[in-house]
């Protein structure tokens, strides 16, 4: 039945699947991105009425698993969309041990995470929390965050936000030799007693079906005007990083930039290094909106 066997799809045109597909790679997987378009230019926007995701998906199995993962969201035309980049200032983090402790479970910042990642165009979903790779943070307010850092943009010059990590996460997927097939969408999931084993694409070329060994990952949707559209400008010369970030026991991460400002009020809870998967390179942070 199977095509190919690889270890990771992601799907989508958006932010959330390239960078997915980085984090992978650089984790030694195999992957391979199903994808209409660019970073730069984005997907298709869906009308108002499609759903939070998978718009156009008529599968019934694949419809009915991502429309729960939406049931406990408002409605879709209700929502109020951003599409700015997220930019985190972070100075002095603490890694988060997970020596003998259980993360405390919130359900309610769950849900409004998973809203904040359907009306960014920034966004993924995981179909596996396992194996992402990810470093446990704890922010300066002290809520626990998951943290994949990618890399370091750094501009030449003053240019749109997203036009500059669109055109850096490509040059990533390029640098990596990444498989990808433009053209093709996402058909359905393919399950087995529950769990997903495989993925289904339309292509120019007919179905092709893709069995994984470590999951999906699907970008949302944006359902305004295209990420490269925004008003944000990076400051020439000023390093950023940028980072998949989520919540622990959450399916959704959102690509961020991560602004190193160091903090020159240090107390016995900071600790001095830079933002890295290692522990002992962290920082702390505290969101802002670009």
């Given at each position: ?6 270890d ?10 390239l ?43 694949t419809?009915d ?81 998951q ?106 991460g ?13 107390s ?23």
């Amino acid at each position: 039945m199977w095509d190919e066997e690889v270890d990771v799809v992601c799907c989508g045109s958006g932010f959330g699947a390239l960078a997915a597909a980085v984090a992978a790679a650089d984790a030694g997987l195999d992957v391979y991105i199903a994808g209409q378009g660019s970073a730069t230019t984005g997907s298709v926007i869906p009308g108002p009425e499609a759903p939070w995701l998978g718009s156009g998906i008529a599968d019934p199995d694949t419809r009915d698993y991502l429309d729960a993962l939406s049931a406990d969201l408002k409605p879709v035309t209700d929502a109020e969309y951003d599409s700015g980049l997220t930019v985190r200032p972070v100075s002095d983090w603490t890694p988060v041990s997970g020596r003998g402790r259980i993360a405390p479970f919130y359900g309610a910042r769950l849900q409004e995470w998973a809203q904040d990642c359907l009306t960014s165009p920034y966004g993924v979903l995981y179909t596996r929390l396992a194996d992402r790779g990810t470093t446990s943070m704890k922010t300066r307010a002290g809520e626990e965050i998951q943290v994949k850092v990618l890399g370091t943009l750094d501009a030449d010059n003053a240019a749109g936000t997203a036009a500059v990590v669109g055109d850096w996460l490509s040059a990533q997927v390029l640098d990596r030799q990444i498989q990808a097939l433009d053209n093709s969408t996402l058909q359905r999931l393919v399950f087995e007693e529950g769990e997903i084993l495989g993925v289904v694409l339309d292509t120019a070329d007919g179905p092709l079906a893709l069995r994984v060994r470590h999951g999906v990952a699907l970008s949302t949707e944006p359902r305004v005007a295209g990420p490269a559209a925004d008003g944000q400008l990076i400051e020439p010369g000023k390093p950023l990083q940028v980072g998949l970030v989520g919540y622990s026991a959450s399916r959704f991460g959102r690509v961020e930039l991560l602004d190193h400002q160091p903090d020159t009020t240090r107390s016995d809870y900071c600790r001095s290094g830079g933002v890295q998967d290692a522990p002992r390179e962290s920082y702390r942070s505290r969101a802002r909106r670009g």
